[in-house]
């Protein structure tokens, strides 16, 4: 835990020295947000604010963690190895979140298609399971409770699929205030890099508080007023990357827990939708995603995104007691 806690510290300090010079790089490339015409009218402020920050957070996890382990990738250790399938989520749903960003940058506001997005998710997600189940012999679900995992054999590979996308589009919808995405991630890695020092799972726990370092150092650039925006490139990779981290873990029935904001945002759009469609009008939330009512109820942005992280930590505190159980 010593060394990986300070691994943590070692990337935050690599990774914010270069916020601004990447702020400025961004800044000459013009690759700034578009803000939602249909948002809060506050938020019409922050237009043009670079995005594609994800790259202080992708980049140095991805280099940090291949150097540390390179002796890991040139021995049949395949638990020391197994490291390697949450640095490559990580950066190939960056990646994807990368290209999505700059379409809607440089081509069209909107991005990517939703579909086409949907299904690189899918296909990225689809891979990983299978190499999870295959190749890692992952196949269990830990119950609170209950001592023995239980096996669910090739059913595993749907359901990891399934928590891979909706993981990483529930962060990817909460990334709409300054901070918040952010905060609540940090304290989610935290949380699983705890619950995977318990396991003696040491790869993993370097690995989480690896990302926490690059969250936090995005952080200092993403606290309000922000100055930069993390975008796709950092959302869908950190989400993704999460949820194959719980995965790992075998506590993946936890996520809900842990990342209870993560779950609330994205089930306040699939509410939203769906009551608007059975009432043919009406809306359940004043906006969605959720941050999106509590502003538009008086709460402001920052008053949302501290209580949601206090919301995020306490969630956090309670996924790691009933994994102690």
Known sequence: MAYSLTLGTVTFLLAVIWGGPLINLL???????????????????????????????????????????????LTPNLIGRSVLVPMTVLVTFGTLGAVDDL???????????????????FILATLTALFLHYALDLRSIAVPG????????????????????????????????DGLAGSIAAVSFTAYGVIAFLQGQIWLVAFSFTVVGGVLAFLWYNAYPAELFMGDTGSLSIGATLAVVALMTGQWLLLPVVGFVF????????LQVGYFKLTRGKRLFKMSPLHHHFELSGWSETHVTQRFWLIGILSAMLGIALALI
């Open 146 to 177: 209950i001592v023995q995992k239980i096996d669910i054999g090739w059913l595993y590979i749907p359901i990891a699929t399934l928590i891979i996308v909706f993981t990483s589009n529930a962060v990817n919808l909460t990334d709409g205030l």
């Open 27 to 73: 800044k000459r490339l013009k690759i700034g947000k578009e803000i939602r015409i249909d948002g809060p009218t506050t938020h019409q402020i922050k237009m043009g604010t670079p995005t594609m920050g994800g790259l202080m957070i992708v980049i140095p996890v991805f280099v940090i963690t291949g150097v540390l382990n390179i002796a890991n990738f």
């Open 103 to 121: 379409m809607g940058v440089k081509i069209i506001p909107t991005g990517m298609a939703a579909r086409y997005k949907l299904l690189g998710q």
């Open 263 to 270: 779950v609330a945002e994205a089930m306040s759009v699939i």
